[in-house]
């Protein structure tokens, strides 16, 4: 008898460590909610814990609700970084910004990567859309549309001739479900080459019909600031129906992976 009573001691111990909440919260708009996950429209995911509570922002009582899209939401976390505690709400709550520590508890981080800023071309000349390079400073904003299969954890990347293509050099913030930002401060007169990626040339963007497409140009002028909106029609690792496009085939916007199924060897019919 004398042993039983500390082991349940420490049973009790042990339940109170796992239960006891971390003390961080933060509030966001929700993304996706499913297998586990909370995504949030800043990109973050966070693991959910077993049993986890949904409760009604206003009432504070637990609602057969679960978190949808565009849903607002309070998130409390437990010692383990996953969400044990969700507090939800119709309108917009007060906005709050994310606790020291709480990096710890997202799902996946970014590796920090060094950016070679892209530099003036001293070669530029200035045109009718271009006429003056001064070398200001501009604030550089591009805008980029992904397409709808776009996983809901993906991270979206800048990669730049300047960064000799690291596929990881400029990291995109999650601005809705399928639209990422960031702003760049350059000076005018810069010349670059850039294409979009999830992380990996393995996963860079495709044209619209399914081929390499040429990166895109950039050739900064001086403004105060400049827009740029791009759109990701496909990306490399995508594929049409679970049958992914051979090497040799010929795709189309209607016929991404035409003959799919030929024997080995035997080369693709062509026009």
Do not use: C
Not at 108 to 113: M, V
Not at 182 to 194: E, P
Request: without cysteine; positive net charge.
């Amino acid at each position: 008898m004398k042993r039983i009573f500390p082991l349940l001691a420490l049973s009790a111990l042990l339940l109170a460590a796992v239960a006891a909440p971390s003390g961080l919260q933060m509030t966001g708009q929700v993304l996706d909610f499913e297998r586990g996950y909370i995504f949030l429209t800043t990109g973050d995911a966070f693991r959910l814990a077993d049993g986890v509570q949904i409760l009604n922002a206003k009432t504070l009582k637990p609602t057969a609700q679960t978190p949808e899209p565009r849903d607002f939401a309070r998130i409390f976390f437990d010692d383990f970084g996953k969400v044990n505690a969700i507090e939800l709400s119709g309108a917009a709550l007060p906005i709050e910004a994310p606790p020291a520590g709480i990096e710890k508890f997202v799902v996946a981080l970014s590796t920090p990567y060094s950016l070679p800023t892209p530099t003036p071309n001293p070669n530029a000349k200035p045109d009718r859309f271009h006429p003056t390079f001064t070398g200001k400073i501009v604030a550089v904003t591009f805008t980029v549309q992904v397409p709808p299969n776009t996983p809901m954890n993906a991270q979206v990347y800048i990669t730049t001739d300047a960064s000799n293509w690291n596929p990881q050099a400029i990291l995109m913030h999650r601005i809705d479900a399928l639209h990422f930002r960031v702003t760049r401060k350059l000076a005018s007169g810069t010349d670059f080459r850039y294409l979009y990626t999830r992380g990996s040339l393995q996963t860079v963007e495709r044209a619209e019909n399914g081929m390499a497409r040429k990166p895109r140009r950039l050739l900064i002028s001086d403004a105060d600031a400049r827009a740029v909106g791009d759109i990701v029609y496909r990306w490399a690792d995508d594929s049409s129906n679970g049958i992914t496009a051979q090497p040799n085939a010929i795709p189309t916007q209607f016929n991404p992976a035409p003959f799919p199924n030929l024997p080995p060897g035997v080369p693709t019919p062509r026009p």
